[in-house]
C-alpha cells in the first residue's frame, strides 16, 4: 500500500481532519528520516513503512485523542516534547497542530542539527529547538514549569522519564506519556514518585495505532502543585536512587 493510502486511511480512523499540504509533509518528513537514518541511526526502524507505523502513525495517534484529554480547555498552546530524538512526536504533531507552539528537547548535537534542517525543509513555523539536559534546563526558571503540555515519548524507565519531565509543567498542565504494556506495573511501583513531583495520575487511555499489532495507551499526569525545588536531581542520582 502507498504511503499516502496508509496516512489517509490511518487519520481517517483516528478521525483527525487533513490537508493535502499536511500530507505532503508528513511524507517529506518520513523520507528525510529514512535517508538520514541510513547514516546516522536516529531511530531504532531501519525500512520506511515500518518507521511510517511505528514512529509516525504512533506519534500521530494522540490527536484521536486530544479532545478527551483536553476536554473543556482552550490554552494548551505550549508544548514541550522531552527527548525528543529525530523529532517523535513533536513534529508529526506541530504539522497538524500549527495553532500550537512545539519546543523540541534534546542533548544530542547530531539530533539538534538534524531538527534543525527539518523544521527549514518543511518550513515549520510553530516549533522551537533547545539543546540542553533536561535534569538542567528543568531547573531554569525559563523553562521550570512554563508549558502547558509535556510529551514524553523516549523509550527510558518510567522512574526516570517522570523526574525529568514533570518538573516542565506547569500547575494545571498536562503530561502525556506514551506507554507500552509495562504500563500497570510502572504505575503500580512509581505512583508515590508521581505525587511527590507534583503530579497526579488522570487517565489512562488505551489507543489503536493504525496498522500496528502492539499494546500502546497514553498516561495522562495532570500537575496538581508545583515540583518540590531539589528535583529533578542529577542524572547521576536519578538512576542510582530512583524516587
Known amino acids: 500500500m502507498k504511503t499516502d493510502d496508509i496516512l489517509k486511511l490511518a487519520l481517517e480512523e483516528l478521525d483527525v481532519s487533513f490537508s493535502t499540504n499536511q500530507i505532503d509533509s508528513i511524507k517529506e518528513y518520513l523520507s528525510i528520516v529514512y535517508e538520514y537514518n541510513k547514516s546516522f541511526n536516529l531511530i531504532g526502524s ?18 484521536g485523542y486530544w479532545n478527551k484529554i483536553f476536554i473543556g480547555r482552550n490554552k494548551d498552546n ?26 523540541l528537547l534534546d542533548d544530542s548535537l ?30 531554569e526558571n525559563k523553562y521550570r514549569e512554563d508549558f502547558d503540555i509535556v510529551l514524553a515519548r523516549a523509550v527510558t524507565k518510567f522512574n526516570i522519564l517522570s523526574e525529568l519531565a514533570i518538573p516542565f509543567c506547569r500547575i494545571s498542565g498536562k503530561m502525556i506519556f506514551y506507554k507500552s504494556k509495562k504500563v500497570a ?19 489512562l487511555f488505551d ?3 493504525p496498522y500496528l499489532d502492539e499494546y500502546r495507551t497514553f498516561l495522562v499526569v495532570k500537575k496538581v502543585k508545583k515540583s518540590p525545588e531539589m528535583y529533578p536531581r542529577s542524572f547521576s542520582k536519578i538512576k542510582k536512587k530512583p524516587l
Not at 531501519?46 to 490527536?63: A, C, N, Q, T, V
Open 46 to 63: 531501519k525500512d520506511k513503512e515500518s518507521i511510517l507505523i511505528r514512529h509516525i502513525l504512533d506519534s500521530i495517534s494522540l490527536l
Open 78 to 103: 505550549k508544548i514541550l516534547d522531552v527527548g525528543t530524538g529525530a523529532g517523535l512526536p513533536g513534529i508529526p504533531l506541530s504539522i497538524f497542530l500549527s495553532n500550537k507552539l512545539f519546543y
Open 110 to 139: 547530531k539530533k539538534i542539527n538534524f531538527l534543525k534542517m527539518v523544521v527549514s525543509e518543511l518550513k515549520i513555523r510553530n516549533v522551537m529547538i533547545i539543546r540542553g539536559r533536561a535534569e538542567k534546563l528543568a531547573r
Open 185 to 203: 506495573v510502572e504505575l503500580r511501583d512509581n505512583k508515590d514518585a508521581i505525587l511527590k513531583l507534583g503530579g497526579k495520575v488522570e487517565n
Open 207 to 209: 489507543i489503536k495505532v
